[in-house]
């Protein structure tokens, strides 16, 4: 038991870390370890619960930079395909959650990495269709944060404008995630070990945040993120 709390304070200890470092990351770098540690079901609501909470505290130096030109049908989009993510995640057997949630995370993040530009990415229609994948990843694999990535890289938006804006919608898109699929059944000690990790990952994102230069940041959170959506894949693949 012990050690498992050791693990899990560990992986939200480095998913907060790179969520304060980078503006975002927490899911990518967090989901596939804790969906191996606890299982699919309990993995991606924690992260939800904990991607959720990071983002409110971030987001209260920056929510006046926040677009609700592309906001709103972002979240509205989100709201829409929630549900269908919950639903998924209650019919599939483990082995399938973890060969589909492993594939998610490492597709999403080899086109973050490509940069790919979309030209259905742009707009208010690339805003809908952005929301809408990232409200089913998020519900059904706690990764929400890749389709607002490519919507922002096709919208041109530098870093300081897209930090903000993410962090918005992981509020929004995480708080209709929790209500979806409920919060994670975790004990009173052990929720101490997930906000103890927060808080010093938290510590030392910050600390970090103008030491490591930005490209690097960004290398390491999707690298940590692939390495772990393949494992993912692997253990799934494995299972059925």
């Not at 709201?79 to 082995?95: I, K, M, R």
């Not at 938290?202 to 772990?228: D, N």
Request: charged share 10%; proline share 5%.
């Amino acid at each position: 038991m012990i050690t498992t709390d050791l693990l899990l304070a560990g992986i939200v200890l480095l998913g907060s870390s790179v969520q304060w470092l980078t503006g975002m990351g927490f899911a990518l770098v967090a989901v596939p370890a804790l969906v191996l540690l606890l299982g699919p079901a309990e993995g991606v609501v924690l992260a939800n619960c904990a991607a959720g909470a990071i983002s409110i505290v971030g987001l209260a130096g920056g929510w006046r930079r926040v677009r609700p030109a592309a906001m709103v049908p972002l979240c509205a989009a989100a709201a829409c395909t929630v549900p269908a993510g919950a639903w998924l995640t209650q019919q599939l057997p483990e082995p399938v959650l973890l060969l589909a949630m492993g594939g998610l995370v490492t597709a999403a993040v080899l086109l973050v990495m490509r940069g790919a530009r979309v030209p259905a990415l742009r707009g208010t229609k690339g805003a809908v269709a952005a929301g809408a994948v990232g409200g089913f990843m998020n519900s059904a694999a706690g990764v929400g944060g890749p389709p607002v990535s490519l919507y922002a890289v096709n919208a041109g938006w530098t870093v300081r404008e897209f930090v903000p804006n993410a962090q918005f919608y992981g509020v929004i898109v995480n708080a209709f995630s929790v209500a979806a699929n409920g919060v994670p059944r975790l004990g009173g000690d052990r929720w101490g070990w997930v906000v103890g990790a927060m808080v010093v990952g938290a510590v030392i994102g910050r600390g970090l945040a103008g030491r490591i230069p930005e490209r690097h940041a960004r290398l390491l959170v999707l690298s940590l993120a692939l390495g772990g959506g393949v494992t993912a894949v692997g253990k799934g693949a494995w299972g059925l």
